[in-house]
Protein backbone atom coordinates (compact mmCIF):
# COMPACT_ATOMS: atom_id res chain seq x y z
CA UNK A 1 0.00 0.00 0.00
CA UNK A 2 2.71 2.39 1.16
CA UNK A 3 4.34 2.07 -2.49
CA UNK A 4 1.29 3.09 -3.94
CA UNK A 5 1.16 6.17 -2.36
CA UNK A 6 4.36 6.87 -3.21
CA UNK A 7 3.73 5.95 -6.86
CA UNK A 8 1.10 8.13 -7.18
CA UNK A 9 2.53 10.79 -5.42
CA UNK A 10 5.79 11.13 -7.46
CA UNK A 11 3.91 10.59 -10.29
CA UNK A 12 1.59 13.67 -9.60
CA UNK A 13 5.14 15.43 -8.75
CA UNK A 14 6.41 14.62 -11.91
CA UNK A 15 3.18 16.52 -13.74
CA UNK A 16 2.85 19.07 -11.81
CA UNK A 17 6.69 20.60 -11.32
CA UNK A 18 7.30 21.24 -14.50
CA UNK A 19 4.46 22.59 -15.70
CA UNK A 20 4.59 24.37 -12.80
CA UNK A 21 7.52 25.77 -13.38
CA UNK A 22 6.48 26.75 -16.76
CA UNK A 23 3.03 28.39 -15.82
CA UNK A 24 5.07 30.51 -13.05
CA UNK A 25 6.89 32.74 -15.88
CA UNK A 26 10.52 31.47 -16.24
CA UNK A 27 10.60 33.19 -19.65
CA UNK A 28 14.00 31.71 -20.92
CA UNK A 29 14.99 29.62 -24.08
CA UNK A 30 15.71 26.10 -21.34
CA UNK A 31 12.24 26.57 -19.95
CA UNK A 32 11.38 23.54 -22.18
CA UNK A 33 14.90 21.98 -21.26
CA UNK A 34 14.69 22.07 -17.56
CA UNK A 35 10.75 20.91 -17.39
CA UNK A 36 11.52 18.41 -19.70
CA UNK A 37 14.72 17.01 -17.18
CA UNK A 38 13.06 17.56 -13.83
CA UNK A 39 9.96 15.15 -15.57
CA UNK A 40 12.32 12.85 -16.78
CA UNK A 41 14.34 12.78 -13.05
CA UNK A 42 11.14 12.23 -11.20
CA UNK A 43 9.58 9.53 -13.23
CA UNK A 44 12.41 7.52 -13.45
CA UNK A 45 13.14 8.10 -9.95
CA UNK A 46 9.84 7.09 -9.10
CA UNK A 47 10.21 3.85 -11.52
CA UNK A 48 13.59 2.95 -9.29
CA UNK A 49 12.09 3.81 -6.02
CA UNK A 50 8.84 1.38 -6.62
CA UNK A 51 11.39 -1.20 -7.94
CA UNK A 52 13.15 -1.32 -4.72
CA UNK A 53 10.44 -1.14 -2.53
CA UNK A 54 8.09 -3.80 -4.40
CA UNK A 55 11.21 -6.31 -5.27
CA UNK A 56 13.25 -5.64 -2.15
CA UNK A 57 12.00 -8.96 -0.38
CA UNK A 58 13.23 -12.85 -0.74
CA UNK A 59 11.77 -14.88 -3.44
CA UNK A 60 9.60 -17.64 -2.92
CA UNK A 61 10.41 -21.13 -4.89
CA UNK A 62 6.80 -22.12 -5.02
CA UNK A 63 6.10 -19.09 -6.47
CA UNK A 64 8.90 -19.17 -9.16
CA UNK A 65 7.46 -22.74 -10.10
CA UNK A 66 3.92 -21.41 -10.59
CA UNK A 67 5.68 -18.17 -12.67
CA UNK A 68 7.07 -20.32 -14.95
CA UNK A 69 3.83 -22.91 -15.46
CA UNK A 70 1.90 -19.83 -16.23
CA UNK A 71 4.37 -18.27 -18.65
CA UNK A 72 2.95 -20.48 -21.74
CA UNK A 73 -0.35 -18.40 -20.44
CA UNK A 74 1.40 -15.42 -20.52
CA UNK A 75 2.77 -15.72 -24.02
CA UNK A 76 -0.52 -16.35 -25.54
CA UNK A 77 -1.95 -13.40 -23.99
CA UNK A 78 1.11 -11.69 -25.47
CA UNK A 79 0.47 -12.74 -28.52
CA UNK A 80 -3.06 -11.74 -28.80
CA UNK A 81 -2.29 -8.60 -27.99
CA UNK A 82 0.62 -8.15 -30.12
CA UNK A 83 -1.79 -9.36 -33.27
CA UNK A 84 -4.90 -7.03 -31.97
CA UNK A 85 -2.30 -3.66 -31.38
CA UNK A 86 0.03 -3.92 -34.79
CA UNK A 87 -2.64 -4.79 -37.29
CA UNK A 88 -4.50 -1.87 -36.00
CA UNK A 89 -1.68 0.62 -36.71
CA UNK A 90 -1.32 -1.54 -39.52
CA UNK A 91 -5.10 -0.95 -40.48
CA UNK A 92 -4.87 3.02 -39.23
CA UNK A 93 -2.05 3.70 -41.78
CA UNK A 94 -3.60 1.84 -44.60
CA UNK A 95 -7.03 3.70 -43.50
CA UNK A 96 -5.38 7.22 -43.66
CA UNK A 97 -3.79 6.92 -46.76
CA UNK A 98 -6.61 5.20 -48.43
CA UNK A 99 -8.71 7.81 -47.66
CA UNK A 100 -7.22 11.04 -48.03
CA UNK A 101 -6.65 9.68 -51.27
CA UNK A 102 -10.69 8.80 -51.50
CA UNK A 103 -11.68 11.93 -50.53
CA UNK A 104 -9.21 13.72 -53.11
CA UNK A 105 -10.82 11.73 -55.58
CA UNK A 106 -14.56 12.68 -54.16
CA UNK A 107 -14.09 16.26 -54.39
CA UNK A 108 -12.76 15.69 -58.23
CA UNK A 109 -15.77 13.43 -59.34
CA UNK A 110 -18.48 12.49 -56.99
CA UNK A 111 -19.18 9.29 -58.88
CA UNK A 112 -16.55 6.93 -57.97
CA UNK A 113 -18.01 7.44 -54.12
CA UNK A 114 -18.64 3.74 -53.95
CA UNK A 115 -15.20 2.48 -55.50
CA UNK A 116 -13.42 4.51 -52.97
CA UNK A 117 -15.61 3.07 -49.94
CA UNK A 118 -14.17 -0.55 -51.19
CA UNK A 119 -10.58 0.57 -50.31
CA UNK A 120 -10.99 2.47 -46.93
CA UNK A 121 -13.58 -0.95 -46.13
CA UNK A 122 -10.35 -3.10 -47.40
CA UNK A 123 -7.80 -1.44 -45.36
CA UNK A 124 -10.66 -1.81 -42.07
CA UNK A 125 -10.57 -4.93 -42.67
CA UNK A 126 -7.22 -5.93 -41.87
CA UNK A 127 -8.38 -4.76 -38.11
CA UNK A 128 -11.11 -6.99 -37.96
CA UNK A 129 -8.74 -10.21 -39.28
CA UNK A 130 -6.43 -8.96 -35.88
CA UNK A 131 -9.08 -9.22 -33.72
CA UNK A 132 -10.62 -12.31 -34.84
CA UNK A 133 -6.74 -14.14 -34.84
CA UNK A 134 -6.93 -12.78 -31.09
CA UNK A 135 -10.00 -14.00 -30.09
CA UNK A 136 -9.35 -17.58 -31.63
CA UNK A 137 -5.65 -17.36 -29.20
CA UNK A 138 -7.80 -16.51 -26.69
CA UNK A 139 -9.97 -19.15 -27.18
CA UNK A 140 -7.23 -21.79 -27.10
CA UNK A 141 -5.96 -20.52 -23.52
CA UNK A 142 -9.64 -20.80 -22.13
Do not use: H, W
Not at 41 to 53: D, M, P, R, V
Amino acid sequence: MLTKIILVVALILSIIIPFGAYLIGEKNRGRFKTSLSINVFFFFGTLILANILLFGGNAQAAEATSAVANSSYGLGYIAAALSTGLSCVGAGIAVASAASAALGAISEDSSILGKSLIFVALAEGVALYGLIVSIMILGKLA
